[in-house]
């Protein structure tokens, strides 16, 4: 985390400079400087991904019960970052559009998770 915290510490304050001359390079380096992050914060979804593989074979869960599950949080954290971008921008506009549609998206993935709890609680009550 402090390499994360540093380089986006320094991308921050080379992107303040920037703004006032060059907003395109400004915006392309708070791009460089995300995937940057993001990649580094990727190499412990490796981690996750098996402690909610050995989480659901404990418990009993099948794949496509958690599937909807990890696909609302890729939603979630994919909607954030670019209603943030849009925001940095000056796009708020455009940041509400993708914040409505993200949301609209992650119940929409989340539909087969509601179907099977339905199902789930119907056997209980039969």
Known sequence: MVKVAAVAIAAAVLGTVLRKTTPELALLLALCAGLWIMGVAAG?????AALMEELAGLSGLS??????????????ILTRLTAEICR????QGIAAFVETAGTVLALAVALP?????TVLMAEMLT
Do not use: D
């Not at 940095?88 to 796009?91: A, L």
């Not at 998770?113 to 709890?117: K, N, P, T």
């Open 113 to 117: 998770l509601v179907r099977a709890v």
């Open 44 to 48: 412990g979804l490796g981690a996750v």
């Open 63 to 76: 794949e496509e019960l958690l599937e909807p599950v990890v696909k609302t949080v890729a939603l979630s």
């Open 88 to 91: 940095s921008v000056g796009e």
